[in-house]
């Protein structure tokens, strides 16, 4: 079946540390996006790319970068880690439909990152 | 800033009781409304998507859309104790960037 992996699952890093937090589908989905989730602010959108080579910063972007080499993979980079990245990151894919009943996206698992 | 809003609750019904999950956004543009369902420390789920006015039915669940008063709503039947969950509304802004609000957590009791 096809399905969205994140990895790792769980990381604990140190301020000022370089973090690449991976995701990974096999929808085969032209989309892909990065929220982060925390308390009171629900999920906010940091990147999302709409193709191979493709990259746009989202409402929260600073201090994260994104890469996109395939179809498949969209890794997040956290380039210098600060406390205030500790979250909960999702990714999601979606079809490459720009509306109308396939512009559905489906989550990773979820990645809890603690920056200490 | 286009803002999706929801009460946070929590809403608390008694199990077989109707839910009323509630959704209001600010950017009248919207085409597409999405209603997740997200258990705690888990992924969100997609519940129900809604792209015209009215109501779209899913077995207990029931969504409901009015552009004009941008508003959206979710209505769950039959409430079960495993529907106790947060519910995520999410509007596409365009070009399929979701806004999402903060959720609305729902407690059926038994």
């Known amino acids: 079946d096809a399905e969205i992996t994140q990895s790792p699952r769980h990381k604990i890093t140190e301020t000022g540390r370089q973090v690449t937090l991976a995701c990974h589908q096999t929808w085969n989905h032209n989309n892909m996006f990065w929220y982060r989730q925390d308390l009171g602010h629900g999920l906010r959108l940091i990147h999302y790319?709409?193709?191979?080579?493709?990259?746009n910063k989202g409402e929260v972007s600073d201090g994260y970068s994104v890469s996109r080499s395939n179809t498949e993979d969209l890794p997040l980079t956290l380039e210098s880690a600060a406390s205030s990245q500790t979250s909960v990151y999702f990714c999601?894919?979606?079809?490459?439909?720009?509306?109308?009943?396939?512009?559905?996206?489906?989550f990773g698992p979820g990645t809890r990152l603690t920056v200490l | 800033q286009k803002e999706v809003e929801q009460n946070s609750g929590p809403l608390s019904v008694p199990e077989g009781a109707i839910a009323s999950l509630n959704c209001t956004y600010s950017d009248r543009v919207s085409q597409s409304f999405f209603w997740y369902r997200q258990y705690s420390g888990k992924s969100p789920e997609l519940i129900m998507s809604?792209?015209?006015?009215g109501d779209k039915e899913d077995g207990r669940f029931t969504a409901q859309l009015n552009k004009a008063s941008q508003y959206v709503s979710l209505l769950i039947r039959d409430s079960q104790p495993s529907d106790s969950a947060t519910y995520l509304c999410?509007?596409?802004?365009?070009?399929?960037?979701?806004?999402f609000g903060t959720g609305t957590r729902l407690l059926v009791s038994p």
């Open positions: 999410a509007v596409n802004t365009g070009f399929q960037k979701l806004v």
């Open positions: 809604i792209y015209s006015n």
């Open positions: 790319s709409y193709g191979v080579q493709d990259t």
């Open positions: 999601a894919s979606s079809d490459i439909a720009l509306a109308g009943e396939k512009d559905t996206q489906y």
